[in-house]
């Protein structure tokens, strides 16, 4: 456990540095997600409507250094592949 009070503070600040990027892995998967869905149900529309929406979501992740532009590429690729194979 920290014993000095930079440590401490560091500690807290990494627990809410934590949580932050939890989130923030969340929303990226619950974007991802509704793509995945539409595609499934068949809904075309509202899968490139889907996919439009996630793409600024998953560039802003990794600007901020969350997930590795490479990641990303991949899951915008595989995703607006899938869109296009409707």
């Known amino acids: 456990m920290a014993n000095t009070a930079q440590a ?3 500690a807290r600040q990494a627990e809410g540095k934590r949580q ?3 989130g923030m892995r ?9 793509v995945v869905y539409a595609v499934e149900a068949g809904d075309k ?10 793409v600024p979501v ?3 992740l990794v600007s901020k ?3 590795h532009k490479n990641k990303a590429a991949r899951h915008k690729s ?5 869109v ?3």
Not at 26 to 34: A, C, L, N, P, Q
Not at 78 to 82: I, K, M, P, Q
């Open 8 to 10: 401490k503070k560091r």
């Open 20 to 22: 932050h990027n939890a």
């Open 26 to 34: 969340s929303m990226f998967r619950t974007y991802v997600k509704r």
């Open 45 to 54: 529309a509202k899968a490139a409507d889907a996919y439009k929406t996630a």
């Open 58 to 60: 998953i560039d802003g």
């Open 65 to 67: 250094g969350l997930i």
């Open 78 to 82: 595989r995703l607006n592949a899938s």
């Open 84 to 86: 296009l194979a409707m």
